[in-house]
């Protein structure tokens, strides 16, 4: 099975910031890659699809990239909403998370 | 808008089968989507349980594969989850989501619903 690493596991960060969430895969398994965002009590949400696709009505300032083994969630500049946890998908696995916390 | 909602018991005993079923509004389950179960055990992350294609083709989480039957039940356009022998680790919020065709991403989901195991 592929292993996804999430690094950090915690970030903290400023209403401002801009911020930078890795997820690597233990093995190349073809070049899409989602990112979810999850709120406490709430299902994921869908922020980007096939490495670099925007989901639909989220914010412009949510941008992803990468290839290979390692892909990058980066927030431009950090807002009070985005403070929540992300996880990376790769096929059927999912990275451990990445609690992304006010400082 | 695609709407999806999960049901089912929310205690199940150790060692017996938990059965979910998912609501599906907004989309038909005949359509080219994998139909797709996740949990998430109390704080912990997600786990991929597995995925029911539009024909019937099924993939599931090798590591509890041999617990797991899917089905779907197009008349209601719901599809289904259940997971027999169940130990205090499967205590999760289970959630259904909508997978896309090419099974890489999941776009809609449902609010999730707690399943505890305990006598």
């Known amino acids: 099975d592929i292993q996804m690493t999430q690094s950090p596991s915690t970030l903290s960060a400023s209403v401002g910031d801009r911020v930078t969430i890795t997820c690597r895969a233990s093995q190349s398994f073809g070049s899409w890659l989602a990112w979810y965002q999850q709120k406490p009590g709430k299902a994921p949400k869908l922020l980007i699809y096939?490495?670099?696709i925007l989901e639909s009505g989220v914010p412009s300032r949510f941008s992803g990239r990468g290839s290979g083994t390692e892909f990058t969630l980066t927030i431009s500049s950090l807002q009070p909403d985005d403070f929540a946890t992300y996880y990376c998908?790769?096929?059927?696995?999912f990275g451990q998370g990445t609690k992304l916390e006010s400082k | 808008q695609v709407q999806l909602q999960e049901s089912g018991p929310g205690l199940v005993k150790p060692s017996g089968t938990l059965s979910l079923t998912c609501g599906v509004s907004?989309?038909?389950?005949?359509?080219?989507?994998?139909w797709t179960w996740v949990r998430q055990a109390p704080g912990k992350g997600l786990e991929y349980i597995g995925e029911i294609y539009h024909s019937g083709s099924i993939r599931y989480n090798l590591s509890l594969k041999s617990r797991v039957t899917m089905s779907l039940e197009k008349s209601k356009n719901q599809f289904s989850l259940k997971l027999t022998s169940v130990t205090a680790a499967d205590t999760a919020v289970y959630f259904c989501?909508?997978?896309?065709?090419?099974?890489?991403?999941?776009?809609?989901w449902g609010q999730g619903t707690l399943v505890t195991v305990s006598s």
């Open positions: 096939k490495t670099s």
């Open positions: 907004g989309a038909s389950i005949s359509s080219i989507y994998w």
């Open positions: 998908q790769q096929y059927k696995s």
């Open positions: 989501a909508r997978g896309s065709s090419s099974s890489d991403y999941l776009d809609y």
